[in-house]
């Protein structure tokens, strides 16, 4: 091992950036956002990573960074052993208010290895894609991914999005977002209204955006039966159906009926749950995230995983800066079978709000350029970081919770699944 690059410093950033009264099966998400900024540090030298900003997560981040100090940033191996050894006895699956859950151990060790290669790559002058196998992409596609929205947060004048609360917004949507970005696929955030209403609006986009993939995602609150008649309704329609239905059985069961493959990022969210989704062919499309799959390498573990048992490959996102942006499109860029436009939450941010200096990430006809400068080929912006961060202390928000936050206005709105 080389003794160059040792951890000398690690520093945890929360932050929190607007976000818009976006509807999904669990609530409506809140005005802000939350992130954590991990800086690694070594020979004048930082690397960057981002991950979920929610104070359980932070707590975690902060004990393994105290323990990671010393370490070398290319023994990405010692890291991870690292957080195992920390993690042993948490039982929790890190879900804190989000409809994904995964392994803890992945979860924190993840913003830390992006961060060693991030640092890696800037010590050898190469970018992250590069140390990944080399990019097979130049520019990674992403879809429109739609919500049903309100106009604005209550008590708050309309965002520049506006209300989509019915098929004709959700085009309406879709128009603009596309016009603005050039997306070629389109998801849409389903398991807010009863499926009927849902199954009208894929129909909607199929007319006013002929031959665009399209997906629809309703978190799993339908009930098999539900999910093989919406199947039905969509043939010929859906590029894939995501999340129909909760668990690897349910999964299974509408994938016996279904024409179209079925993708997921609840179903199967770690690697200790594909031996049993392979067996009963639940799923045909895995929503990587290298958040939650254990950072880039670990995540393209995946990828030769499913290339290996005829499984494709797409990406799942949360609500997330340029970090992250950037660490999903070196990963996407250098990972052959990562080839479905990936799902990003970009477009629901504000414009202006974000740690790294603007004009690194060049978004070009429905995707984001691969950056070929060193590393992830972003830097830190001190005094948008300090803005972030001053906002996270203002806004009191310490987790995401989208269930609490609808039932202060819907005060019997329940989460319960599977709802229809
Ligand atoms: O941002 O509301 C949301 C999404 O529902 C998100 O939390 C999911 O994790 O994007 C996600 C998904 O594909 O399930
Ligand atoms: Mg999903």
Redo the contacts with the bound molecule.
């Keep these: 091992m080389s003794q160059r690059g040792k951890i000398q410093d690690v520093r945890i950033t929360p932050v929190a950036f607007h976000d818009m009264p976006?509807l999904?099966?669990v609530g409506v998400?809140e005005p802000y956002a939350l992130r954590s900024i991990i800086e690694v540090m070594t020979e004048g030298a930082y690397g960057l990573g981002e991950t979920y900003g929610n104070s359980e997560h932070l707590d975690r981040l902060q004990k393994a960074a105290e323990r990671i100090k010393g370490l070398f940033i290319y023994d990405t191996n010692a890291l991870h052993r690292v957080c195992t050894e920390l993690l042993a006895d948490d039982g929790s699956t890190g879900g804190d208010g989000?409809?994904?859950t995964a392994s803890v151990v992945d979860k924190v060790f993840s913003p830390f290895e992006v961060a060693c290669l991030d640092l890696q790559g800037k010590l050898a002058g190469v970018p992250v894609s590069d140390l990944l196998g080399g990019r097979v992409r130049e520019n990674v596609q992403y879809s429109a991914y739609l919500?049903y929205k309100w106009p604005g947060h209550p008590g708050e004048p309309d965002d520049e999005y506006g209300e989509a609360l019915d098929p004709a917004g959700v085009v309406k949507q879709a128009q603009k977002i596309i016009a603005e970005y050039g997306f070629k696929a389109i998801k849409l955030?389903g398991g807010v209204f009863p499926p009927a209403q849902e199954v009208e609006a894929i129909k909607a986009l199929h007319e006013a955006f002929p031959g665009v993939p399209l997906r629809l995602?309703p978190?799993a609150v339908w009930t098999v039966e539900t999910s093989q008649w919406v199947a039905k309704e969509l043939d010929g329609i859906l590029e894939y159906l995501?999340?129909p239905a909760a668990e690897i059985e349910g999964m299974a069961a509408v994938a016996k009926e279904a024409s179209m493959p079925l993708a997921t990022?609840?179903a199967v969210v770690a690697f200790a749950h594909l031996p049993p989704s392979i067996l009963q062919n639940a799923v045909q499309v895995i929503?990587s995230d290298h958040h939650f799959w254990g950072g880039l390498r670990r995540s393209q573990t995946l990828a030769a995983i499913c290339a290996t048992w005829g499984m494709r490959l797409s990406m799942?996102?949360?609500?997330h800066l340029g970090i992250s942006l950037a660490a999903m499109t070196h990963l996407a860029a250098a990972t052959p079978n990562l080839d479905y436009a990936c799902?990003t939450?970009w477009p629901w941010k504000r414009r202006d709000e974000d740690v790294i200096i603007d004009g690194a990430l060049k978004w070009v006809d429905g995707g984001v350029n691969v950056p070929t400068a060193p590393g992830l080929g972003v830097e830190l912006d001190r005094d948008k970081l300090a803005r972030l961060h001053q906002q996270y202390l203002d806004c009191g928000l310490r987790k995401r919770d989208?269930t609490t936050y609808m039932k202060k206005f819907q005060p019997d709105f329940s989460a319960h699944i599977p709802r229809w």
């Design positions: 976006l999904n099966s998400h989000m409809v994904t919500f955030k995602d978190n995501e999340d990022n609840m929503l799942h996102s949360n609500s799902d939450h989208d």
